[in-house]
């Protein structure tokens, strides 16, 4: 099936999300983990298209990081769907505050987070590498940061009603499909009252927006410009976001990554072939620390099939 990622059918919807939370609330992970067990091999068997952008993901990070245990096999591909079922799972405890912050290890080389009470916000840009929910705990680690989270998806308000249902107050998704002249005004509101944002940096938006190629794994791959235009925009500083669920609980990983860009026109397109590309480095070596939990299950490298 090829296609843009975000023009696939959904797997899932706000009202199956509804219903797993209550049966995980209620019944407990144990209880329902047979089922999550026989959901996801049904996907993994029927989801070809997913195998295949997980397979060449694998033989990528294998190749680059000559890392031949890294190769893939169908064990190893079925371990990245049970990832992210895991992932999904851990969310719901996120949200239901059943992740304690015993569990949570925060790595802060550059004092990002003791920023998170200052005036004026900044941006975290994160990836679909580990499990992105868990960063509600940046609020919980002594600061009540108020966390706005950018979205393609057109369920953005759906999802909001269930993490206030769950508790999750100071996380909210805001739905940005393009970067109009409200949107960028209500983010930069967000910014002046203190509000943090945090966007992905992996993922091409829907309406064929704006991207730039870099080498990603040693091969070209199209990374969005949103996160490095906004930054620019907004005259916002950016630094990085990674959570990614280790032996011991979960690793939270923080760094700075570029100043506030103040680009002239004729410097702005190289400028942000420049932060992608770091960016794209940044990740990549962040994927070999956590191989199984890349969670793009599409064609990441093909122009043809996004």
Known sequence: MSGHWAQQRERGSPVLMRLTAWLAR??????IAPLLRLIVLYFFLFGARARRGIRDYQQRLARWSNRPDL????????AQFMAFAEALLDKLDAWNGRLGLDQVQLHDPDQVH???HAPRGEILVTAHLGNLEVCRALAQLGRRVRLNVLVHTRHAEAFNRLLEE??????????VSELDPAVMLQLSERLERGEWLAIAGDRVPLHGGR?????FLGAPAPFPQGP?????LLRCPTNLLFCLREADGYHLYLEDFAP????RRQERAAGIQGL???YAERLAAHCLKAPRQWFNFYPFWSRHER
């Not at 769950?166 to 739905?175: E, N, V």
């Not at 506030?260 to 680009?263: E, G, L, Q, V």
């Open 276 to 278: 992608a590309q770091a």
């Open 26 to 31: 209620h019944l407990g992970r144990r209880a």
């Open 71 to 78: 190769q893939p096999s169908w064990r190893s591909g079925y």
């Open 228 to 232: 490095w235009l906004l930054a620019h």
């Open 114 to 116: 003791s920023r998170m």
């Open 211 to 215: 991207t730039v190629e870099v080498d």
């Open 260 to 263: 506030a860009p103040a680009w």
């Open 166 to 175: 769950a508790g999750a107050s100071d996380l909210r998704l805001i739905q």
